[in-house]
């Protein structure tokens, strides 16, 4: 004769058995994918960038993308960028990407557009990334800092659509010293490496 007890006790096993795996998979997919945002202030002075002398001077709105591959801050603003180069791109602005020296990588495909600065001057100074400057059409640093404060970026809550919007009206835009508390990485390189 069968117990009484054996086909709920293993209904209890399965059921504890299904739960130790859907935990670890949670636990993988946490620890793989998802990371705890730690805000940080960064003081984004444009003083010293200075667009490369084939590019300084009268012309194009440009936007110049600075970005560090290894920062998982970039992300949050990537798919946001494509949208930038989307809308404004046919209006004339021309987007450029300056990648932290040293470092290796590649923007997504959806950002091919952006032509890469090798070196731009000043932009060793700068505090953090991802960054942003932008320059007027007649070759005058209008804003530098970063894309938004806070962890992610969209047209919600962006610096970038409206000075883009001002700089298209032509209108004067002076914002290059920025205070923001957001996801940014260290952008200057340690020498000691």
């Known amino acids: 004769m069968r117990s009484p007890y054996r086909a709920p006790l293993l209904a209890c096993l399965l059921a504890l058995v299904c739960a130790a795996v859907l935990w670890a ?3 993988w997919f946490q620890g793989r994918y998802l990371r705890a945002f730690s805000s940080h202030t960064a003081v984004f002075s444009g003083d010293p960038l200075r667009l490369p002398d084939n590019l300084a001077g009268p012309g194009a709105i440009r936007l110049v993308h600075f970005w560090d591959p290894a920062c998982p801050c970039n992300v949050g603003n990537q798919q946001h960028l494509g949208e930038l180069v989307e809308q404004y791109g046919p209006q004339g602005v021309e987007f450029y990407a300056v990648q932290k ?8 495909s959806t950002l091919s557009s952006l032509k890469a600065i090798s070196i731009l001057p000043g932009a060793e100074q700068i505090p953090a990334s991802p960054a942003v400057a932008i320059w007027d059409r007649s070759g005058k640093l209008a804003y530098f ?10 047209s919600s809550n962006s610096f970038i ?8 009206q032509g209108r004067t835009v002076d914002a290059t010293h920025t205070l923001a508390v957001g996801c940014y990485c260290p952008w200057p390189v340690d020498p000691t490496k």
């Open 25 to 27: 998979a949670y636990d």
């Open 161 to 168: 659509e409206p000075i883009l919007q001002a700089l298209n």
């Open 145 to 154: 800092g970063p894309y938004s404060e806070g962890l992610t970026c969209n």
């Open 101 to 108: 020296p040293g470092s290796h990588g590649q923007l997504p």
